[in-house]
């Protein structure tokens, strides 16, 4: 059974920097797609990142691009999100997620396309 833990979440101020990790289990990660998505509180979740299963292609939404990083260790089955800048309008409930093939292009920015999720980290930037 595959198992994604997500860590590194918390409270802090705009400006400051997080970096998530997600940790997988279960399965190697090396041949799916990694991706990161989020949730405020009363809207849909969103897009955030992802990363293909060598790591040469990355996708990032709009809102993030030039402040978020995606990167993956498949050695260690472990996928990060290196969050900078961090904006009041960052904050939510961010969820680490794995596809069960390589994803190419929009695809890769779709939840639907996603097998796998983890439970969800809590990231809070205060103004």
């Known amino acids: 059974q595959v198992q994604l833990v997500e860590s590194g979440g918390g409270l802090v101020q705009a400006g400051d920097s997080l970096r998530l990790s997600c940790a997988v289990s279960?399965?190697?990660?090396?041949?799916?797609?990694m991706g990161w998505f989020r949730q405020a509180p009363g809207k849909e979740r969103e897009f955030v990142a992802a990363?293909?299963?060598?790591?040469?292609?990355?996708y990032l939404a709009d809102s993030v691009k030039g402040r978020f990083t995606i990167s993956r260790d498949n050695a260690k089955n472990t996928v990060y999100l290196q969050m900078n800048s961090l904006k009041p309008e960052d904050t939510a409930v961010y969820y680490c997620?794995?596809?069960?093939?390589?994803?190419?292009?929009?695809?890769?920015?779709?939840?639907?396309?996603?097998?796998?999720w983890g439970q969800g980290t809590q990231v809070t930037v205060s103004s």
């Open positions: 997620a794995a596809a069960a093939v390589d994803l190419v292009g929009q695809p890769a920015t779709e939840a639907k396309n996603y097998r796998y």
């Open positions: 279960g399965r190697t990660i090396s041949s799916y797609t």
């Open positions: 990363v293909s299963w060598s790591g040469s292609r990355t």
